[in-house]
C-alpha cells in the first residue's frame, strides 16, 4: 500500500469511499471540492493506495488556529474501505 497526495484523477474513487462512510455525494461535487482542496496551502488530501491501484482510504486534514491554541492539524474526514479495515490503513493515513 502506498499513501500519497490525491490527484483529480481520485475523484471517482473517493466518491466510492465517501457512499462507505455514508456520504453519497455527486462525482462533479467531489471534483469541484477537492480541485479547491488541493489548491489551498492549508489543506491536504492523502488516499492510500494498493498495489492493484485501488483506493482503500483517504483522509482530509486542515490547518486550524484557535484563539486559546497554537496552530494544529485538524481531520475533516478520514474513511476506510470496508474490506481493507483493522489493517492499519487508517493508521498510517493519520500518520502520514
Request: proline content about 1%; aromatic content about 4%; cysteine-free.
Amino acid at each position: 500500500m502506498t499513501i500519497r497526495r490525491a490527484t483529480l484523477r481520485d475523484a471517482e474513487q473517493i466518491v466510492r469511499l465517501s457512499k462507505v462512510l455514508g456520504y453519497p455525494v455527486e462525482s462533479e461535487v467531489v471534483q469541484r471540492r477537492l480541485n479547491k482542496l488541493l489548491a489551498s496551502s492549508t489543506d491536504l488530501v492523502l488516499v492510500a493506495e494498493s498495489a492493484q491501484g485501488i483506493l482503500t482510504g483517504w483522509i482530509h486534514g486542515f490547518l486550524s488556529q484557535l484563539i486559546e491554541s497554537d496552530y494544529r492539524v485538524e481531520i475533516g474526514g478520514l474513511v476506510v474501505d470496508t474490506d481493507s479495515r483493522r489493517q492499519g490503513v487508517g493508521r498510517q493515513l493519520a500518520e502520514a
